[in-house]
């Protein structure tokens, strides 16, 4: 039974490029969840997509975009990359049906921005 | 606005012992509740949850209480052992309501278990 998987596992970008970074949910999931974590800090919500949709979306510039595609996976778009966003990038997968789901995460791509 | 904390950067616990992990919250609007334990240099991985309904739920050596009027969750993890060491993170959500089970994070406990 795979789990999230995530790449790639480190990203090196120099300020104002642009990156995009992928995920596959785990089987069976439905729910696409991305989350920035900066060192020392837990997770931030960045955005849900369900459907394909946006479904929900956190306190993050519209430099951040993403998308979902029919078979779940999803990718994170981040534009004019900034120094500040240097982090370990999280996706999370979970059933649809409401929230009372937990979340289950992949190992995250390391993004640093020079 | 820090709407989940854990007010204890790190732990330390003898190996046999009993690790207590606590984490409060502000917004009166969660309803969900989760631990999650994370490795260096892997992503967290979920433990153990709990609904607004209950005020205890177990799983093996793990159990997570819930104080609603308190607003403070604990995560008890009995016999402690030394593969326990890590971080651990609160989360919540507000997955009755239209969050769609976002979830906002506490900082983390560093949890040190000594054989």
């Known amino acids: 039974d795979a789990g999230v998987t995530q790449s790639p596992t480190h990203l090196i970008k120099t300020r104002g490029q642009q990156v995009t970074l992928r995920c596959s949910p785990k089987s069976g999931h439905d729910t696409v969840s991305w989350y920035q974590q900066a060192l020392g800090q837990g997770p931030q919500f960045i955005f849900q997509y369900y459907e394909e949709e946006e479904r929900q979306r956190g306190n993050f510039p519209d430099r951040f975009s993403g998308h979902q595609f029919p078979n779940y996976s999803s990718e994170l778009n981040v534009n004019a990359l900034l120094l500040g966003d240097s982090a370990l990038y999280l996706c999370a997968s979970s059933l649809a049906g409401g929230g009372y789901q937990p979340q289950h995460f992949g190992d995250g791509t390391r993004l640093s921005i020079l | 606005d820090q709407q989940v904390k854990q007010n204890s950067p790190s732990l330390s616990v003898q190996e046999g012992r009993i690790s207590i992990l606590n984490c409060d919250y502000t917004n009166s609007m969660f309803d969900y509740f989760l631990w999650y334990k994370k490795y260096p240099a892997e992503g967290p991985t979920f433990l153990i949850s709990?609904?607004?309904?209950?005020d205890k739920n177990e799983d093996g050596r793990f159990t997570v209480f819930l104080n609603k009027s308190a607003k403070h969750l604990s995560l008890h993890i009995v016999p402690s052992q030394p593969g326990d060491s890590a971080v651990y993170f609160c989360a919540a959500s507000d997955a009755g309501g239209t969050s769609y089970g976002k979830l906002t994070f506490g900082q983390g406990t560093i949890l040190t278990v000594h054989p």
């Open positions: 709990i609904s607004s309904i209950k």
